[in-house]
């Protein structure tokens, strides 16, 4: 499976604020014509012979066609949430720009904190479940007084930055490597893993850490959850 390097958040309006107005095209013909120029000599005789432009010749010339548009540089951004230990932090330096540009007269409206947005929007969801969890827990030890004494059931958990999540985040898409596309080869796969309950899961009778698909994957090893 791929690992997760790590992630990062741009924002949309920055763009038009610290961007620079350049010339830019959805495909850059330089990397077309540097591949033409390696081909040249080394047996395909035929391979730039056509009339056609360097270009013209890979894509279509709507996506080499240059545009001015604002462009943000963004340069070693740092890198969260990576699932591998590594000495140092993970950054990253990439382009951000829109083809087409807006026009000169569109504001980017407002956008809320995700985090304080998903908080705020969840925080009636967790109070309601709260609730009605306490007289499901009262019913079931009635219904089943030798159930674990300690049971709860959780709505969200707690992250590695300690920011409340919904329980409905874990459940992640992965991609994987076409020889574990079939259902038994990842079965067999997912078995091979090591799965442990660490001592204190064990002494409280909960699951105190929750992962991530990729974070069990990337360590091989994780709690039943």
């Not at 958040?9 to 077309?32: F, H, I, M």
């Not at 009339?51 to 279509?60: I, L, P, T």
């Not at 829109?98 to 569109?106: R, V």
């Amino acid at each position: 499976p791929t690992e997760l390097l790590g992630s990062c958040q741009q924002d949309l309006s920055e763009v038009k604020v610290r961007g620079k107005t350049e010339l830019r095209s959805v495909v850059d013909v330089t990397a077309a014509e540097r591949t033409l120029n390696d081909g040249e000599g080394e047996g395909d005789s035929d391979l730039g012979s056509d009339d056609e432009d360097a270009e013209g010749a890979f894509v279509s010339k709507e996506l080499t066609e240059k545009q001015q548009t604002k462009v943000l540089s963004v340069r070693r951004q740092k890198l969260t949430g990576a699932s591998i230990q590594t000495v140092t932090s993970p950054t990253i330096s990439y382009e951000f720009f829109f083809l087409p540009d807006f026009t000169a007269d569109f504001k980017f409206p407002a956008q809320p904190e995700s985090e304080v947005a998903t908080q705020t929007v969840m925080a009636s969801s967790y109070k309601r479940w709260a609730q009605t969890v306490d007289e499901f827990n009262q019913a079931y030890l009635i219904w089943f007084p030798d159930s674990p004494p300690k049971r709860f059931w959780h709505c969200n958990f707690t992250d590695a930055t300690g920011k409340l999540v919904p329980l409905p985040r874990l459940i992640v898409p992965l991609a994987l490597p076409m020889s574990l596309g079939k259902p038994t080869k990842l079965i067999h796969w997912i078995k091979c893993l090591q799965f442990t309950a660490p001592a204190r899961q064990r002494a409280v009778g909960q699951i105190n850490v929750w992962r991530y698909p990729n974070d069990v994957l990337g360590l091989r090893r994780g709690s039943i959850q």
